[in-house]
């Protein structure tokens, strides 16, 4: 592996570190009903994100190089529906997520940055598509942070 693909993986994999990181810190201060708070009825709310993220990256990072990023197994509409569940489930799921992303980002080798992967018909190269999760886990990220400082306010320590 040449040395800008080599970094160009590390730097990957430590954002991604870095995102999970700062959103269990975060998820960590906050009790299951928290969790599930809505700022209001049209806003998602913490629970719904950790359902989302995980149900994307478990369509995303399952055969990623050899099957469309969207799986048909995925329910999309699902994720978005609060359905009470467990904070223990939630960081189940959450967790079987990031280990997908992380094996598979892990195992990547230098010319697999310039393969093509489909991600819902849409064809990317690996590394574009390593650069979409990065954006969107990016986004998801800063509402967890910023739904958890409105439920805890001054008490918030991220």
């Known amino acids: ?27 960590q201060q906050l009790s299951e009903e ?3 708070w ?10 719904i994100i950790i359902k ?6 478990h369509s995303r990072w399952v055969n990623f190089l ?3 990023g969207e ?5 999309r509409d699902l994720e978005f529906v609060n359905a009470n569940e467990s904070k223990e489930h939630l960081m189940q799921i959450w967790e079987a997520g990031w280990l997908l992303l992380f094996n598979t980002i892990e195992n990547l080798r230098a010319e697999d940055l310039v393969k093509t992967v ?13 650069q979409t999760e990065v954006a969107h886990i990016s986004n998801h990220l800063g509402q967890i942070l910023y739904i958890g400082k409105q439920i805890k306010d ?5």
């Open 118 to 130: 489909t991600i819902r018909q849409q064809p990317l190269s690996v590394l574009q598509a390593i």
């Open 38 to 47: 809505e700022p209001s009825e049209e806003s998602n709310s913490i629970a």
């Open 52 to 57: 989302h993220l995980s149900g994307n990256m």
């Open 1 to 27: 592996m040449s040395n800008f693909e080599k970094e160009y993986l590390t730097i990957a994999i430590g954002q991604f570190k870095h995102f999970k990181d700062r959103a269990e810190k975060g998820i």
């Open 71 to 75: 799986k048909s197994y995925r329910n």
């Open 154 to 158: 001054k008490d918030w320590t991220i």
């Open 66 to 68: 050899i099957t469309d």
């Open 34 to 36: 928290e969790l599930h």
